[in-house]
Structure formats: C-alpha cells, structure tokens
C-alpha cells in the first residue's frame, strides 16, 4: 500500500511567522505532488503543486521537493491567520491515475 | 472556473437504504473521482472513472458503486446504507493525466 505520510499537528505559529508542512511519501516512482488547503468544513482548493526537484515558489508559498529523500514541504512566509487551515499532501501513483493524500497537518496562526 | 457540484449538501438516511450521490463537472473533465473523508483517517478514493461507462476500485470500494452514463456526471450507489458510512463525500475531476484535482463542496452523509 503506497503511502503518504504527515505530522498532523496542530502546528503553531505566531502571524508573521514561516510555517513549514512536512510530507513524506513510499512510492519512489511518484512523478507529481500536490499541496492542498482545506478549512474547515470546506472542500480541498490546490495550493501548489511541483514536479521536479528544487522549489518553486508562487507568492507566499514556496514548495520543496527531494526525490532522492521522497520528501516534500510546503513553507508558508509571513503567516497570516487567514492561513489556519489543513494543508493535505497529495501525491500521484505511478500509473498516475490517481492521487494518494496524507492525513493532513492542521495549522493554527494566531494573531 | 471549473465547477463540480454535488447533488446534497446534508443527507439523512436510514440503515437499509439505498443512497445516490450525484456528482457534475462542467469543464468536459475525463476523470472523475468519489472519496470519504472521515476524522483522523483523511481522505479515501472509493472508485474513480476515466471515461464514460469505465471505473476503478479504489482503496475502500467494499459497499459501494458508482455509475459514470455520461462524461459530465459520475454517481456513487450506497446498496443498502450502513452506519459506518456516515462521512464526508466529496467529488473531484482532472483532466487527462493526474492534473490538479477539483473538489465539490462536498455532501455530509448521516445513516441512522
């Protein structure tokens, strides 16, 4: 069973802060990842997502991605509270048909 | 903007039921996709579809069927509601090749 793996939290960081979300994922031959937010009682809206390795910035969020260690993360630069939400990690099967979610990590920005 | 929407919001029924879900993308999506989402477990494929009349089994489709007629609308069948379906169910769709999935809003289901 091809895995994805998160702290779920909740991690808390002070407005203006940078929170950073942690993912691991088991399939080495996974080829796309993805970073979802989700308030509560929302649905997922993507955020980012990243293919190769390095980073890639867009705004306030920069994700990072290590093949080699099968790890990726998302930063957030200057929290705001407006950011509290479940941030999921997704990540694709090889076939890539489908995407495998973490559990999700809670954050907690406070003002 | 892609819209997915789903036909309930709230749903009530009883053990024994049978459930339909009903899922809409408007954006000629090819494929579909139904999860639970339940705390402390994330969120779960249940079956997906890449094209009309074609499915897959996901890693929780013990219970449940899905119906994708045309290539706008993929439905999940609930045979006969049990409680421990009681969950979040949400729809997405992508486009070709795993892309960025589109969620809808989501239908909470409770089987009493």
């Known amino acids: 069973q091809k895995e994805v793996e998160q702290n779920s939290g909740p991690l808390s960081v002070p407005e203006g802060a940078i929170a950073s979300l942690n993912c691991t994922y088991s399939d080495r031959g996974s080829q796309s990842f993805f970073w979802y937010r989700q308030y509560s009682g929302k649905s997922p809206e993507l955020i980012m997502f990243i293919y190769s390795n390095g980073d890639k910035e867009d705004g306030r969020f920069t994700a990072q991605l290590n093949k080699a260690s099968q790890y990726v993360s998302l930063l957030i630069r200057d929290s705001q509270p407006s950011d509290s939400a479940t941030y999921l990690c997704?990540?694709?099967?090889?076939?890539?048909?489908?995407?495998?979610f973490g559990k999700g990590t809670t954050l907690s920005v406070s003002s | 903007d892609v819209k997915v929407t789903q036909s309930s919001r709230y749903l009530v029924k009883r053990t024994g039921e049978k459930v339909f879900l009903e899922c809409v993308q408007d954006m000629d999506h090819e494929n579909m996709f139904w999860y639970r989402q339940d705390p402390g477990l994330g969120l779960r494929l249940i079956y997906f579809s890449y094209d009309v009349k074609m499915k897959e089994k996901g890693d929780i489709p013990e219970g449940y069927s899905v119906s994708r007629e045309k290539k706008e609308r993929f439905s999940l069948i609930l045979e006969s509601a049990s409680t421990n379906q009681t969950s979040m169910y949400l729809c997405a769709s992508t486009g070709g090749a795993v892309d960025t999935q589109y969620f809808g809003p989501g239908t909470r289901l409770t089987v009493l």
């Open positions: 997704a990540v694709a099967n090889q076939a890539g048909t489908a995407l495998i």
